[in-house]
């Protein structure tokens, strides 16, 4: 749950920190928010004395750093994020900037600098709202510092020489660390602490609240508030939301539902006597004179009543192929598209301004047409097309998840209660037919298309010379790989039904020959050699025994130093916090013997068959990526 209102904003926006820093990401998970880690590429080498004032250095790093994640990820990823956050930390003395040493003498050189004295600590931090309107990139950047001011005690050289030995002041703004052993160096702490590690969140949060409930022309008094409002506060404000707040031009459920929310009264807000705002709703008279007060409605929960009616008009206009048609003819009118396919004036007008209030159309006189996302992920032929996995969502997943309530009773899958009969194996309810195999291989290979850049490139992965794709399907993740690491020749491993239909999802182009299709079963047939091993979303769909057999048969061929790359929907290890996967858990129980696993449960399984080193990176997108060698 998340504590703060204000940072209860960003729960349905795609938010990335372009931050390295571990403790960033610390002190942002702490106070649950949701975010995806992307580092910025930025280099820390702007021309320092063309600042008047360090604060100002610190601040257009953080911006440089947010700016460069937002446009790759928009330009090189295709996925133009909601929010970017950046953040540069940075330590002022006698009017010198001290980032972090490049080495021990470095330094040695910066606590020397520090030693006995006051200095200054800033944060310079830039948000950025971003959209794709069009194609570009356009985006508001707010940025602001903090500085916090610390005095070190007197310390003698044996000291400061056995903290730098302790290898903590490396990766650290000023050479040390004040929330660990560097805390033994500090006399006292003028300002906030978590400015000093290296992000000033209470400033972060007033800087939210500025940004999505700016003072309205409501409001009863119009005092700048200047400190964070209460959550009591937040929640009442939480949902009578401003125009200006909605950055990102979608509208998101929260938006829609203000409008219910409120529909009994207005909000307005004011300030109470330590300047904190408070909003409170004002009673109106129903029709009948009686005076009522407007309820706060639960809006998450009346999000969740209702995701299945979104998810159903989403699957609906995908089957009819609404977004293929808006793509070659938009703008049309409702009546044109329901002629088009072939369906009532009526329905099809609902359906399509329901999309448009879901963000997946734009509805102008002219008529509907594709948002940007609609063009690329919605319609059959996009780049990173949906449509497949969206019909096998539509045509496989929904008739298994109305079944959920028996899969929960009876802890087991429940494709006989869904398709009316009993299949001993996952992949031969898929293979039964022509048609139900193309519908799920297209399925994998949307989402495989989607995930893939991030599988290949969460890792460097060019010492390895050969890769066996195992369960590759379409090859798409293959495809992907050799244009990353042009040296690598990738077989794709599969079974035959689907190595056999393979070829109407093979690119053409250069690389194309560095991958070989080899059909066979994994659990029973012999692998290909190989110098690594992957396996994506292939182990969430079996039980730990049959696991074991696959990874003993890995192990097998695998020479030392061998590799095996796993992709999954990674857990967290108290299994509380990524709903996400924690679904996708949920969707293996309806239909597999699988399920999704913790980070500790993963590496538990590949130790004991010889893999080491394992080292696990939470993506924050999609599929989560895993590494470990052969001893
Ligand atoms: O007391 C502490 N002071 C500072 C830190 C950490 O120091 C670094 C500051 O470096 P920077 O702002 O450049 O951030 P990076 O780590 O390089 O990550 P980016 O990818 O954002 O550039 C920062 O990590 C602070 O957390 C500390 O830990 N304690």
Same mark, same amino acid.
């Given at each position: 749950?998340?504590?703060?209102?204000? %940072?209860? #904003?960003?729960?349905?926006?795609?938010?990335?920190?372009?931050?390295?820093?571990?403790? *960033? !990401?610390?002190? +942002?998970?702490?106070?649950?928010?949701?975010?995806?880690?992307?580092?910025?590429?930025?280099?820390?080498? %702007?021309? #320092?004395?063309?600042?008047?004032?360090?604060?100002?250095?610190?601040?257009?790093?953080? *911006? !440089?750093?947010? +700016?460069?994640?937002?446009?790759?990820?928009?330009?090189?990823?295709?996925?133009?994020?909601?929010?970017v956050i950046g953040a540069d930390t940075i330590v002022s003395v006698d009017e010198q900037i001290l980032e972090k040493p490049v080495d021990k003498q470095d330094a040695y050189r910066m606590l020397s600098r520090l030693n006995g004295k006051e200095h200054s600590v800033f944060t310079g931090v830039a948000i950025i709202h971003c959209r794709s309107k069009d194609n570009q990139l356009e985006m508001e950047i707010t940025d602001f510092y903090e500085e916090t001011k610390v005095k070190f005690s007197e310390l003698s050289e044996e000291l400061l020489w056995e903290y730098i030995h302790s290898g903590e002041p490396m990766d650290k703004a000023g050479g040390y660390g004040i929330q660990a052993l560097g805390g033994m160096l500090v006399e006292y702490v003028h300002g906030d602490f978590l400015n000093v590690v290296g992000f000033p969140l209470n400033h972060f949060c007033k800087k939210l609240a500025e940004l999505y409930y700016p003072p309205s022309k409501h409001n009863v008094q119009h005092k700048k508030y200047d400190s964070i409002p209460s959550v009591d506060t937040f929640e009442k404000l939480s949902d009578g939301e401003s125009e200006s707040s909605n950055f990102t031009g979608h509208k998101d459920a929260s938006k829609l539902d203000s409008v219910g929310i409120y529909s009994l009264g207005a909000v307005y807000t004011s300030e109470n006597s330590s300047g904190v705002r408070t909003g409170f709703t004002v009673p109106l008279e129903n029709q009948n004179g009686v005076s009522q007060s407007a309820a706060k409605l639960p809006s998450k929960i009346l999000e969740l009543m209702d995701g299945f009616r979104a998810s159903k008009a989403l699957f609906v206009a995908s089957k009819l192929k609404i977004f293929d048609h808006l793509k070659d003819k938009g703008p049309m009118k409702a009546v044109d598209i329901a002629n088009d396919v072939g369906t009532s004036v009526c329905g099809t007008e609902r359906l399509l301004d329901a999309c448009a209030a879901l963000g997946l159309l734009e509805k102008t006189l002219q008529g509907y047409s594709n948002t940007d996302s609609a063009n690329i992920y919605l319609t059959s032929d996009g780049k990173y097309s949906l449509h497949g996995y969206i019909i096998h969502s539509n045509d496989h997943l929904w008739p298994l998840f109305t079944n959920l309530e028996s899969a929960v009773k009876e802890g087991s899958r429940q494709n006989h209660r869904a398709f009316g009969k009993k299949a001993d194996d996952l992949f031969k309810d898929y293979y039964h037919s022509q048609e139900v195999k193309q519908r799920f291989m297209a399925a994998m290979h949307s989402i495989a298309r989607l995930t893939a850049r991030d599988v290949a490139t969460a890792f460097d992965l060019s010492q390895f010379k050969s890769a066996c794709d195992l369960g590759g399907c379409t090859g798409a993740l293959a495809h992907e790989l050799v244009q990353v690491y042009p040296d690598l020749k990738v077989t794709v491993f599969d079974l035959p039904e689907v190595i056999a239909n393979t070829s109407y999802f093979q690119p053409s182009g250069q690389h194309a020959a560095s991958v070989t299709f080899v059909s066979g079963d994994f659990f029973k047939d012999n692998l290909p050699e190989a110098d690594l091993y992957i396996l994506s979303r292939v182990l969430h769909d079996w039980p730990d025994e049959k696991i074991h057999v696959l990874l003993s048969k890995v192990s097998a061929v695998c020479r030392p130093g061998c590799a095996i790359l796993l992709a999954e929907m990674v857990l967290d290890d108290e299994k509380k916090n990524r709903s996400t996967a924690l679904l996708q858990s949920l969707n293996m129980l309806v239909q597999t013997e699988g399920k999704e696993r913790s980070g500790t449960e993963y590496r538990a399984l590949l130790e004991q068959h010889g893999f080491t080193n394992v080292t696990i990176r939470i993506t924050g997108n999609l599929l989560d990526i895993i590494l470990c060698v052969k001893m």
């Open positions: 749950m998340v504590l703060n209102p204000v %940072l209860g #904003k960003l729960v349905s926006k795609r938010v990335v920190l372009a931050s390295a820093s571990p403790r *960033r !990401q610390e002190i +942002l998970t702490n106070v649950g928010l949701r975010f995806e880690v992307v580092p910025s590429w930025f280099k820390e080498t %702007l021309e #320092k004395s063309s600042f008047t004032a360090p604060y100002e250095y610190a601040v257009e790093t953080a *911006r !440089q750093k947010a +700016l460069e994640v937002a446009n790759r990820m928009h330009v090189k990823h295709l996925r133009t994020p909601d929010v």
